[in-house]
């Protein structure tokens, strides 16, 4: 039963997910920060109490279904980040995904995170050339 409410809850989440980026954003990059925008609006939906994954795994045993859900729930959400990167152009995709998928559901987005984004999504910088002392 535990299992069964939390892949419905999955679901839905994706769903939910899929739909608010299509609706709300057109470009690659604002849907890369338009998902936490998107995530945060199910915390004041009506009936909201927490995350259903993180409620349900302190009393579940280790290695069963619930761990199981909890682990796919936070694939789905690295794979999310990883497309959604590789979208915007990012030039280290696996690692902004690990980052962007590793932080809290709230916005605004943490600066230190946001800079660290924004860096990624840059690309390499250019060093700025030097200049030589005047004579």
Known sequence: MVRACLQARHAATAERMARGLEA????SKERLVGAFEVRGLSFTEPGFRSCA?????????PGGVVEQAALDNRTWLHELFFDLAQQAGATAAKSLAHRLAAAP???????????????CLAGPRTPAPRQ???P
Do not use: E, H, K, W
């Open 53 to 61: 994954f993180i409620s349900a795994s302190p009393d579940a045993p």
């Open 132 to 134: 030589r002392p005047a």
């Open 24 to 27: 709300r954003y057109d470009t």
């Open 105 to 119: 559901a709230r916005v605004p987005l943490d600066p230190a995170l946001r800079r660290r984004r924004d860096q």
